[in-house]
C-alpha cells in the first residue's frame, strides 16, 4: 500500500502511531503502554508500521506528545494542541471545541473553521482533571469503563467526593464503602467531581454549542454523557477518539503531499 507518513503520539499512559495514506485515511494503527524506554519502544513501532504497510525508510515521520523530543528518527516535531487540533479538523470537517482526555493532562482546543486552533486551555498541574485519576479510582473499585454508564443510570446522586487531590479521594472512596454507601453512588461521584472540573476548563473558552472528544477518557461512555450533561450541550466522541493526536501528527508530516 502507499503510505504518505506516519505520526506517533508518545502520551504519558499509552504511546500511539498510525501510518496515513496519501487521502489522510488511517492505514494501520498501533498502541501500547508508554515504556521507561520511549526512544526505543517508538523506533520499534514506526519500524512495525512500516513493516506492515511496506513503506520505505524514507517515509516522512513526525511526533507529538510529552516525549515527542525522545523520537530519535521523527523528522518533524510538533506540540499536542497542533496535533490533536490538526486530526480533530480532519475528522469532523468542520469548526469544533474538542475536549481531549489523557492520561497526563486534559486539553480544550477550540478550533476555527479554517481548521486553524483559536484558543486553548489545558489542566497539566493536577492529576484530578486527568485520566489518571478516574484510572486510579476506578480500578481502585475494580470497575472497568464499559460498567461505568449503566452505574451512573442507577445511581441517585446522594452523595458528593469534596477533595479533588486523587490521594484524598481516595481515601475518601474508602471511608464512603465503609459506611456501606454503595458503590454506583461513589462512581456518580467521582464523575461528576470529574465532570465539573473538566467543565471548568471547557467555559474558560467560553460555552461552545457542542463538543467533541478524544484521548482515553473518550472511551468512558458514562464520563462523555454525563460531561455533555453537566455543560447542557451535545457530547460527540470522535472516531480514532485515541489516535487524534498522531493522526495529527501524521497529516503534518504529509503536509505537503497532494490531497492532505
Known sequence: MTIASIGLD?????????????????????????????S?????????????????????????????????????????????????????????????VGGQDSKVIRIAASGNVEDFAMN??????????????????????????????????SV???????????????????????VEEIVYAVHAAFAERVGSLVMRLGRPSAIHMSGGGARNAGLVKLLGKHLCVPATVLPEAQFVGALGAALTAASTRAGI
Request: proline share 3%; with cysteine; glycine share 10%.
Open 10 to 38: 508518545a502520551g504519558s499512559t499509552t504511546v500511539k502511531a498510525v501510518a496515513i495514506n496519501p487521502e489522510g485515511q488511517i492505514a494501520a494503527r498501533v498502541i501500547e503502554n508508554t515504556k521507561p524506554d520511549i
Open 160 to 182: 458528593s467526593i469534596s477533595n479533588t487531590c486523587t490521594v484524598f479521594a481516595e481515601s475518601e472512596i474508602i471511608s464512603l464503602l465503609a459506611r456501606g454507601v454503595p
Open 40 to 100: 526505543s519502544q517508538a523506533e520499534r513501532l514506526i519500524e512495525g508500521l512500516r513493516s506492515e504497510t511496506g513503506s520505505g525508510p524514507d517515509t516522512t515521520v513526525s511526533a507529538t506528545g510529552y516525549g515527542r523530543k525522545m523520537v530519535r528518527n521523527a523528522g518533524k516535531v510538533i506540540t499536542e494542541i497542533t496535533a490533536h487540533g490538526r486530526g480533530a479538523f480532519f475528522l469532523a470537517g468542520k469548526a469544533l471545541t474538542l475536549v481531549d
Open 124 to 157: 497539566d498541574k493536577c492529576a484530578a482533571g486527568t485520566g489518571r485519576f478516574l484510572e486510579v479510582i476506578l480500578h481502585r473499585l475494580e470497575i472497568g469503563y464499559d460498567q461505568v454508564e449503566p452505574m451512573l443510570d442507577r445511581a441517585s446522586g
